[in-house]
């Protein structure tokens, strides 16, 4: 098994922690699901916490640019044959999964880490059929962003105007755009501008995930507000 590279170890170790919270990660899939084609793409799939998800479609192809994540997808996965895992570093453009003919690109908490985003944009957009989506989940409200944004990599949380706006330069129809997780505005906030934390301690973590069933009812509140967005990105017919 491939050992983690010493500047990833921040982020494999919240992947870890992220893995340990289940309640969550369903969450957060549930609340993307209804957008989820049969042909799926996972950019930055890391160790597999979103890729359990979308095993059930008819093919899927996971990436990263890790090494160390690429062998532990490449193991997890090698008896499902229509399962791909493949190095992808946006915005760098890759004919062969432009001829897969997806309908679904997954980026979850990704393009934050990557400097030029509207490039990566326009590079998601380019590996989806007509009518393809993609599915985007990033950090948000730039005043939560502190120490574990940048022990992470990331160069910007995003507000609402910002996201739909890159996601039409790069070609979408922006279908869907709203707020997810108030639950973890707070948390975020005092971890990383007030504690000035790396990473998330195991322990908040988990109440937070047992706490999950509770978070649920915030589609339901007069307010919208959140610690990420999710924004649902169309490509013209």
């Known amino acids: 098994m491939p050992r983690a590279e010493p500047g990833d170890l921040v982020g494999a170790a919240t992947l870890e922690r992220m893995a340990a919270a289940p309640r969550y990660n369903r969450w957060m899939y549930e609340r993307l699901r209804p957008w989820v084609g049969r042909r799926v793409l996972e950019i930055g799939a890391g160790i597999g916490n979103m890729s359990a998800f979308l095993i059930d479609r008819d093919r899927v192809v996971l990436t990263d640019t890790e090494p160390y994540y690429l062998g532990r997808l490449r193991a997890q996965y090698a008896d499902h044959p229509h399962v791909t895992v493949a190095e992808l570093r946006l915005p760098a453009a890759d004919a062969r999964l432009a001829a897969e ?112 069933p509770l978070f649920r009812l915030e589609r339901f509140l007069p307010w919208r507000i959140g610690q990420s967005l999710i924004a649902i990105g169309e490509v013209a017919a």
């Open 101 to 212: 003919r997806l309908d679904t690109v997954v980026c979850l908490n990704v393009l934050e880490h990557i400097e030029d985003d509207r490039a990566s944009l326009v590079a998601m957009h380019d590996l989806l059929a007509p009518r393809g989506r993609l599915i985007l989940l990033v950090p948000s409200l730039r005043a939560l962003y502190g120490s574990l944004d940048e022990a992470l990599g990331h160069f910007r949380r995003y507000v609402p105007r910002e996201l739909a706006a890159k996601l039409s330069e790069a070609g979408f129809r922006v279908r869907h755009l709203e707020y997810f997780n108030l639950a973890g505005v707070p948390g975020w906030w005092f971890t990383g501008r007030v504690l000035r934390r790396r990473l998330i301690p195991r322990g908040a973590l988990r109440w937070y995930d047992a706490l999950v």
